[in-house]
Structures are given as structure tokens and as C-alpha cells.
């Protein structure tokens, strides 16, 4: 039995990589540095958990022993503190292609529109790396898929679904770009073929639909099929607009969120996302499905609605809780004797009050802060919630005279929590 190492196995093109390959007969050993994605990807099959991007030659020449086909399927939209294009993109092939035997096959899933001189650092590293692949002594194949649909949300597939399911309204944008899709599925059975050597070695395809479409119109056709109806009012995002939230997307990129709303995002799509099927067509591959198509083959279930329709509501959830919580212990700090009143005449002594209320209030301030870092925001929201719970059996025990307060201060605490629940449960380790 022949054996795939797909790089990048747990991610939305590669798991669909590696279901395809164990369907067409191989071994398949996925690679990649995250081991929880791994387990989320419920793919029962080898791993080898590694920073890719900080293999030598030496490294890739241990784990290619036994490999007859690697499949790059890693990669990354734009500059982060756990990404660097560079090393992903060309470095990560460099050393890959130097330790590659002759006979072993390397498919790489590069994207369409690559070139040196592109508009993004995303497209210009991707195209260093297949200049590498390009140079490799051993045999190879570029794939260059369009804009990839597929049933996992995710990323630029799961901005689709939340742009298309706004209540009441649909925004157009970007007008006058252009856009080709391809299926997941129509993608993984190209890699399959490929990795069974019945495209040539050399190739460079183009993996996409015939058509290309205005983005409006790709956003319209996603939101029929997930049934919702026609919205009652279309409204213009202006480029303005769309500049604005890049910006604010790519300072939430600092802080470890990967947004598909990023300024490297809009940037391709306002260029367009096009392709050649021509090249494909020419060795005798086969033609991925269009648009119509591919949206029959996903199901448009109730889970489907429910998680476009809920899209956008979870960074709003993080945003209410950051501003919920930093401006309960701002005020408390500008305001400490207000915010000791509430326990005067309890049992408490005043100094017990005063550090309560101070130390509370920094507590706050750093719980707010603390929950814009992705990779603390789930333990973040969790802590939330203790701190919450906390907060309600020390104000039952010391001060219940609170639950009867017209304002209700100890009320309000409790629809924080579920805010907070929701944002752990809605967030995922990746």
C-alpha cells in the first residue's frame, strides 16, 4: 500500500485531502504542529505533530523515509505571531525539495493567481514556493485551486455563509469583483488522481468552475440555498467601509485571531478570485462541478442556518464582555467609595471592603483585557463565570438586600454569564 503524507492534513483542504486518499488506496500520515486540531478533525489515521515551517533537510529526510507522495496542503492567509508566509510558503518547500528522493511525487496545493509580483505577500510566498517545487530533481504537480466551498465552515466558507444570512438585508460588496469556486470534494478527487500518477509530472493547473461571477451575485446564490428568503433591503458596503474593518481585523491579528475579514482578505477578493481550467482539461482531468452544482451536493441543514445566522454574533459576544467587564472595574477604581457602598453596614470591616472593592475591580479590568487574546479566551470566559459566581455568593451571604436593588446589580450578573458560557462553548482551539 502506497504511502501520502499530507502536510497541513487537519485543515479544510487537507482532512478532505486525506479522506480522498484513503478512499483511493494509500496509507495516509498527516503532519502539521497542532495536535487538539488533529483530534477535532476526527480523522482516524497516523500523525506527525511538528513546526513544519522549522524543519531542516535533515528533519524532512527522516519523516519522507517510507513516503511515496507528499501533499503540501499547509499554509497561511497572512503575517501573525504564529504564522510567518515566508517560512510556510517558500522556506518550508526549500527544504522539502532538497530532501526529496527521485521518485517520490509531490503534489502541491498552491492557489490561483499566484505570481511575484502579486498584490498580496499571501500570493507572492506561494509563488516562491512553487518555484521551488518547479526546481525539485524529484517529480512533482502544482495545483492551483480558485475560491474552495466546502461543508466545514471555515474561514473565507464561513464569511460567506454569515455575509449571505443577515436578517432582513443583504450587504453588496465589491461589485465589480469577479469570482470562481471550486468543491472541496472536486479538489481532494484532483489530489487523488494526482497522487495516483494519472496527471503528469510538471503540471500546473488551475483547479476551478468554467464561470466566474460578480461577489453580489455568489453571496446571493449562498444565501437561497441555505433557504432564507429574499432579503427586503440591499445595502452598499463602501470601500471605505470595507478598508476600515481590514485594519481593525488585522490589529485583532496581533492578538491571535486568524479573521477571514483581514486586510490580505479583501485585498484578494477586490483583485478577484479567478482561474484557467484549461490547463486541467489538457492533461485529462477531471472538470470540478459549478457553482449550481456544488451547492446541491452540501446539504443546507438547520445546523447550517443556525451557524451563519450566529456568525457574527460571537465576536460581538467577546466585544460586550471585554467592554462589560473594563468598565466595571474602571469605574469602581474612579469610583471606590460608590462601589464600597453597596456592602456599608455589613458585617465586613472597612479595610475588608475597601481591598474587596479595589481588588475586584483590577480583577475586571484584567478579565476584560485578557479575553481579546484568542489563545486565553476560552479560559478567559470561563473565568468570567467564576469570577461571576463569586461575585453572586458573596453578595447573597454579605449584602442580599442587593437582589431586591431596583437597578439590580447582582440581576445583571447572571445574563454575563450565559454571554460568557456562550463565548467558551462558540470558540474553538485551533
Not at 274 to 289: I, K, L, N, S
Amino acid at each position: 500500500m502506497p504511502t501520502a503524507l499530507v502536510l497541513g492534513g487537519y485543515g479544510l483542504i487537507g482532512s478532505a485531502c486525506c479522506r480522498s486518499l484513503a478512499g483511493a488506496g494509500f496509507r495516509v500520515v498527516g503532519a502539521g504542529r497542532s495536535r487538539s486540531a488533529a483530534m477535532a478533525s476526527s480523522l482516524h489515521q497516523e500523525w506527525i505533530f511538528h513546526d513544519l515551517s522549522s524543519l531542516k533537510t535533515a528533519g524532512w529526510k527522516e519523516i519522507l523515509g517510507g513516503v511515496d507522495v507528499v501533499v503540501n496542503a499547509a499554509g497561511a492567509l497572512q503575517e501573525g505571531p504564529r504564522d510567518d508566509l515566508e517560512a510556510i510558503h517558500a522556506t518550508m518547500l526549500a527544504q522539502l525539495c532538497a530532501a526529496a528522493a527521485p521518485e517520490l511525487r509531490i503534489v502541491q496545493i498552491s492557489a490561483a493567481g499566484v505570481s511575484l509580483d502579486a498584490s498580496t505577500e499571501f500570493f507572492r510566498s506561494k509563488a516562491r514556493g512553487d518555484a521551488h517545487v518547479t526546481n525539485a530533481r524529484c517529480d512533482w504537480v502544482i495545483l492551483r485551486p480558485s475560491l474552495v466551498l466546502a461543508p466545514e465552515a471555515y474561514g473565507g466558507t464561513a464569511l460567506l455563509r454569515g455575509a449571505a444570512a443577515f436578517p432582513g438585508l443583504l450587504p453588496t460588496v465589491m461589485p465589480d469583483s469577479l469570482v470562481q469556486t471550486v468543491y472541496v470534494e472536486d479538489l481532494a478527487a484532483a489530489v487523488a488522481a494526482t497522487a495516483r500518477g494519472e496527471i503528469p509530472s510538471g503540471t500546473i493547473a488551475d483547479i476551478t468552475e468554467e464561470r466566474a461571477r460578480p461577489l453580489p451575485e455568489l453571496i446571493r446564490k449562498v444565501r437561497a440555498w441555505q433557504g432564507f428568503p429574499e432579503p427586503r433591503m440591499r445595502i452598499f458596503v463602501p470601500e471605505a467601509g470595507l478598508a476600515l474593518t481590514g485594519h481593525v481585523a488585522d490589529a485583532l491579528g496581533g492578538l491571535g485571531w486568524r479573521s477571514p475579514l483581514r486586510s490580505t482578505a479583501l485585498t484578494v477578493l477586490r483583485d478577484g478570485v479567478r482561474g484557467d481550467p484549461t490547463a486541467w482539461r489538457e492533461v485529462g482531468g477531471a472538470m470540478p462541478r459549478g457553482l449550481d452544482e456544488t451547492l446541491m451536493a452540501l446539504p443546507a441543514t438547520r445546523q447550517e442556518r443556525l451557524f451563519a445566522r450566529l456568525y457574527f454574533i460571537l465576536p460581538l459576544a467577546i466585544a460586550v464582555l471585554s467592554i462589560f467587564w473594563l468598565a466595571s472595574g474602571l469605574v469602581a477604581l474612579a469610583r471606590p467609595t460608590a462601589a464600597a457602598s453597596a456592602l456599608a453596614g455589613t458585617v465586613l470591616p472597612t479595610w475588608v471592603v475597601g481591598t474587596t472593592v479595589i481588588g475586584g475591580a483590577f480583577v475586571d479590568i484584567a478579565l476584560g483585557v485578557s479575553i481579546l487574546w484568542r489563545r486565553w479566551c476560552r479560559q478567559v470566559a470561563l473565568g468570567m463565570v467564576a469570577v461571576s459566581v463569586v461575585y453572586l455568593l458573596g453578595g447573597t451571604f454579605f449584602a442580599p438586600d442587593l437582589w431586591t436593588d431596583p437597578l439590580g446589580p447582582l440581576l445583571k450578573v447572571l445574563p454575563s454569564i450565559v454571554l460568557a458560557l456562550i463565548v467558551w462553548l462558540g470558540v474553538e482551539d485551533r
